[in-house]
């Protein structure tokens, strides 16, 4: 079975930084992908970011770029996101999700299989 765990989330200030952390296990794709997305009160889930975990290629939204950053641990099948120069509209609950087939650069939630439970980041004033 197919699981991914999120952690990490939490309550900062506005200005600093968090790493959430996506952890899989399960899975037995090549070359599956990971894309965080999040999702604030009463919005849509937003696609923010992507990483092969193939070849580590990565992508992002126009919302997050220069700021947050993507990696992977494959031996620890681990994904992170790390999140800098925090602001308010940042506070959302964030999600990982796992595309089985590796689609390249995509943030459409409607491409990924499956999804875990989310981890809620507050980034107060």
């Known amino acids: 079975e197919v699981q991914l765990v999120e952690s990490g989330g939490g309550l900062v200030q506005t200005g600093g930084t968090l790493t959430v952390s996506c952890t899989l296990s399960?899975?037995?794709?090549?070359?599956?992908?990971i894309g965080w997305f999040r999702q604030a009160p009463g919005q849509e889930r937003e696609g923010i970011s992507w990483?092969?975990?193939?070849?580590?290629?990565?992508y992002y939204s126009d919302s997050v770029k220069g700021r947050f950053i993507i990696s992977s641990d494959n031996a620890k099948n681990t994904v992170y996101l790390r999140m800098t120069n925090m602001k308010p509209e940042d506070t959302a609950v964030y999600y990982c999700?796992?595309?089985?087939?590796?689609?390249?650069?995509?943030?459409?939630?409607?491409?990924?299989?499956?999804w875990g439970q989310g981890t809620r980041v507050t980034v107060s004033s």
């Open positions: 999700a796992l595309d089985v087939i590796g689609t390249s650069a995509t943030l459409d939630k409607r491409k990924y299989d499956y």
């Open positions: 399960g899975y037995t794709f090549d070359d599956p992908a």
């Open positions: 990483i092969s975990l193939g070849d580590g290629a990565t």
